[in-house]
């Protein structure tokens, strides 16, 4: 199969390799958000809905055909954000990662994002699910061109389930390793930006490989079915920074309270009352400027209930803020991968 799309006026497609694709989106005035650039090769493939003339961001869909990858795809996305647009990258369900063969290499899909000065990302997919037996490789590389008054912004969420647990995979895959990291520019003297200092590398390494004691990976999971990583960073999402900043500032140790039963509970919101109950476990942190969370879960379900909540700041009864900044900045429709 041999599928590849082009805008910007191409007359004929750009011949680029099989799993590479590039997105390029340019704002023209007066303030046209315009996809400049949308290409892909199989088994990538890019969807993007024609904006509506008042839309604050363009939405555009990563996928591949049949609903996963094999063992052995490479996908390498290039993306590219100018000054004073905004991206949201999305999916339209889980990635599928099915089991790696003898004769092929580990499933791999790269990243690379560059943010201009006033630019903003959004990368908000569905979980990867990594099927029995599944050895898969993600890289994501960010590059952000103002890091001084912070105009360069980014929403990245990463996250992994345990696999088909109705068929009793829970951590049945070989190797799982995500890699996110991102860097700060710098322009030379002919004016070229390159990748300059590296600011933040967060790694997610899962191997079904026994470790010292003879725990399988499994076992080593805790009950716990999905993982999650939050990376935020810039001036359009100052908002949901602090407001993720100041609830979580408190935060007592683990085993020093009983949260079923504390007097001050009712400071946590609805959300964040029903995640404990559940299971849902989470932390967060400040490094290097970025505000970086973790959270994992016995259920699916759970964790997207919090992790929404937390994006659209939810108040203490948990109704999403009106004025949440990534509503505000980007529109309605931001939060399909957790509904």
Not at 267 to 281: D, F, K, Y
């Amino acid at each position: 199969m041999n599928d590849t799309a082009t805008t910007a006026g191409d007359a004929a497609a750009t011949s680029i390799p099989a799993g590479d694709g590039l997105i390029h989106v340019r704002l023209l005035p007066p303030e046209q958000l315009t996809l400049y650039q949308l290409n892909f090769k199989y088994p990538l493939k890019l969807i993007s809905p024609a904006p509506g003339q008042r839309a604050k961001s363009l939405t555009v869909f990563v996928l591949s055909y049949g609903g996963g990858l094999v063992g052995g795809d490479q996908v390498n996305l290039r993306v590219e954000v100018e000054e004073g647009a905004k991206l949201c990258l999305q999916t339209q369900g889980t990635t599928k990662i099915f089991k790696q063969t003898p004769e092929s290499p580990p499933t791999a899909q790269r990243l690379t994002a560059r943010i201009h000065a006033g630019a903003s990302l959004l990368l908000l997919p569905d979980p990867i699910q990594p099927f029995a037996d599944s050895n898969y490789l993600q890289h994501q590389i960010f590059e952000l061109a103002d890091t001084t008054t912070d105009t360069s912004s980014l929403v990245l969420l990463d996250w992994v389930t345990e696999g088909r647990a109705a068929r009793n995979e829970h951590w049945s895959l070989t190797r799982f390793e995500s890699r996110n990291e991102v860097f700060a520019t710098t322009t030379t003297s002919t004016s070229n930006t390159q990748r300059g200092r590296l600011l933040l590398r967060d790694t997610m390494i899962l191997d079904t490989a026994t470790d010292d004691i003879g725990e399988t990976l499994r076992a080593r999971q805790d009950g716990q079915t999905i993982f999650a990583t939050i990376i935020i960073r810039g001036r359009v999402f100052a908002q949901l920074i602090a407001y993720i900043t100041a609830r979580y500032t408190n935060e007592p140790r683990i085993g020093q309270k009983r949260w079923d039963t504390d007097d001050d509970s009712r400071r946590h919101s609805a959300v964040e009352v029903a995640a404990r109950r559940s299971g849902v476990l989470w932390a967060a942190s400040s490094v290097r400027g970025f505000l970086l969370v973790k959270v994992s879960g016995v259920e699916v379900e759970g964790v997207k209930v919090f992790v929404r909540g937390l994006l659209s700041e939810v108040d203490g009864e948990g109704v999403p803020a009106a004025d949440g900044c990534i509503t505000a900045a980007f529109g309605e429709g931001m939060f399909r991968c957790l509904e």
